[in-house]
């Protein structure tokens, strides 16, 4: 089964690009362009990772991570931050386990390696 990827950004070229990027890699792929957006889908879609635009008109991606953090059933969702402010980056931020970052313009390749090391990571523990 497809793993299903939500893709935050308020520009349109790079959710494009995100999209086919993360299509070609194998994933199922849905996109919005706001933080309020993306609250709200998660709740309906409950994706097994988010590509998360940091600069969002409105509820910034900094705000949305902090509000996902905060809820218990989605607190480790596996979460990639985009940029192309590597230098405003806080970097508390990013020092969880489930969060990575990626500046744009990204490298597909670095995209995908970063999601698949965050989904690789939140796999559950099924050793004895």
């Known amino acids: 089964m497809k ?3 939500l893709i935050v ?9 995100a999209g086919m990027t993360l299509r070609l ?5 849905c996109d919005v362009s706001s933080g309020e957006e993306a609250l709200a889908t998660l709740e309906e879609l409950r ?3 988010l590509v998360l635009d940091i600069r969002l008109p409105g509820i ?3 705000t949305v991570l902090d ?3 905060a809820t218990q059933e989605m607190r480790k969702l596996p979460v990639v931050l985009c940029s192309a402010h590597v230098a405003s980056m806080p970097d508390a931020q990013v020092r969880d386990p ?3 970052f990626v500046a744009k313009p990204f490298h597909p390749d670095v995209l995908v390696a970063e999601l698949d090391d965050l989904l690789s990571a939140s796999k559950p523990d099924t050793s004895p």
Request: proline content about 7%; overall charge negative; charged content about 35%.
């Open 47 to 49: 994706p097994d990772a």
């Open 67 to 69: 509000e996902i953090r």
């Open 60 to 62: 910034d991606g900094l």
């Open 98 to 100: 489930w969060t990575g």
């Open 25 to 29: 890699a194998g994933y199922r792929v």
């Open 9 to 17: 950004d308020d520009e349109p070229n790079h959710r494009a690009v």
């Open 3 to 5: 793993r299903t990827i």
